[in-house]
């Protein structure tokens, strides 16, 4: 009976806590946990901070010991001070625009986009033109709320060159 009643009791917490955690960060003996709106605010301010090459502020949202794989397969870049020289290449600063839905499962989130990039020459596209193409990044958060790994998967069949130079139009970015 005792047992029966323990059991019901931590079911019950256990639906309490998941409930207080889609509202607001729980506080448990291992840490803060971030809240899937707090993740899904932290990518946005990363894509906008893209659009705007805005380096420091997309370097502030990763955490000391964060990991980026951009593309998928290449060496990470590991490190707050890595990621910070990475993000002021100006090439490295693609602007994106997410083209659906964010999906979150724990502590991680994915989202799609088109990446418009200026210079064709990092990806060998024609002749170093400005271009468009789809890509995927998940991002996952560490307790804290900062990103603590992103792995960006680029869609290289869906490249559109027609851009005429132009990386997305006005309104898009």
């Not at 990363?46 to 370097?59: E, G, I, K, P, T």
Request: net charge negative; proline share 4%.
């Amino acid at each position: 009976m005792f047992e029966a009643m323990l059991e019901g009791w931590e079911r019950q917490q256990r639906s309490r806590f998941l409930r207080a955690r889609l509202v607001q960060p729980v506080r448990t003996p291992k840490g803060w946990f971030v809240t899937r709106r707090e993740m899904m605010d932290a990518v946005d301010r990363y894509l906008q901070a893209c659009r705007s090459n805005d380096a420091v502020a997309m370097a502030a949202l990763f955490g000391e010991n964060a990991e980026i794989e951009d593309p998928i397969g290449a060496d990470p870049i590991v490190g707050k001070k890595a990621i910070s020289s990475f993000f002021a290449i100006p090439r490295n600063i693609a602007k994106l625009r997410r083209i659906g839905p964010m999906t979150v499962f724990g502590k991680h989130v994915g989202v799609q986009f088109r990446a418009g990039i200026g210079d064709g020459h990092q990806l060998g596209v024609a002749g170093g033109k400005a271009f468009e193409l789809s890509s995927t990044e998940i991002f996952t958060f560490d307790d804290d709320g900062l990103i603590a790994r992103m792995v960006a998967i680029p869609d290289v069949d869906s490249v559109d060159e027609s851009t005429d130079g132009r990386v997305f139009e006005s309104g898009d970015a």
